[in-house]
């Protein structure tokens, strides 16, 4: 993880990206799913901001959204914000959304496949985004396509620039794609599990090639995965998602040492040996509900080993915890813990209810 004087600037200065309020849903002829339900968060330049959650919380349609990238019957609905360097990208029309998408803001996704086209050689593809990202072509492309695959680890460069993807292992596949992320010269790389189809040891290269190259170049990266020993090696805040919301969030070392809401703790005790001396590994019983109905409930509830009546009845909104750092919150009734249960329930009521109320 790079520490960087991103967590220092918090707050100072308008922040790279700053999502307020994004809601995205899909419309089928039976029901409107809410992926993405009410999530807002900022990232600073040079920052990795890590996005956790099983499948189905909504991680990748928060990536997708931020992105342009939403297919029908989904879509951003109004009221939604996604403000990049000072400028709303709600607004853009499709062709405005392109030169932004592969340029200020890169993708690389699971499956690096998805994002190479096999009857091109690896260097072509590079040098394609050079021409469109930075009108870079001829010899000086090559050069900058050869540099880049230096850059991200590929021995023998020179010559690999002119093999095809099925030339390529998984782990140098994924870098290829990292490196034609990279020709665009992006100020934010959207990193979709990016480790997840790789084994552990390759898995550990990419994440400090995502170091390195961020120290290099003062990169901000979001990082999605459903792995929370990859959150605490790569971020530097983390936002853990569920069933479209943003249930905790927090510093990574705060998160890790202290987690609140009752989701984060069961995703922790779920480690590989987090719980030394217990016989099992602790698993969270069921799944992640579809959002299908306005969350007028926490939707945590039937998984919750904390539930109490009001769990089904208020929506929790994101409170700062007591003891906690200032930037720590947790969307659950059980906080802030310095009042009665009572008052705590009063207060994400009145929250829900659009009133501004003060977490203490
Ligand atoms: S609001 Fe209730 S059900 Fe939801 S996480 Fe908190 S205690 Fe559990």
Redesign the pocket.
Known sequence: MARTDATATRGESEPLLSIENLQTAFFTDKEVIRAVDGVSFDIERGETVGVVGESGSGKSVTARSIMGLVDSPGRVLEGSSIRFDGEELTDKSEKEYRSIRGGDIAMVFQDPLTSLNPVYTVGNQIKESLRLHQDMRGAEATEEAIDLLEAVGIPDAARRVNEYPHEFSGGMRQRAVIAMALACDPELLICDEPTTALDVTIQAQILELLDDIQEERDLAIMFITHDMGVIAEISDRVNVMYAGEI?ETAPVEELFANPR???TEGLLNSIPGNQPGADRLETIEGDVPTPNEPATY????PR?????E??TR?H?EPVAVTDGADDHTA????YPEDVSEAEAVELHERRGDGEEVTDR
């Open positions: 249930v809401h009752p989701y926490c939707r945590f509830e919750c080993p904390k539930a109490f009001e769990c208020v929790p969307a659950c009734l059980l």
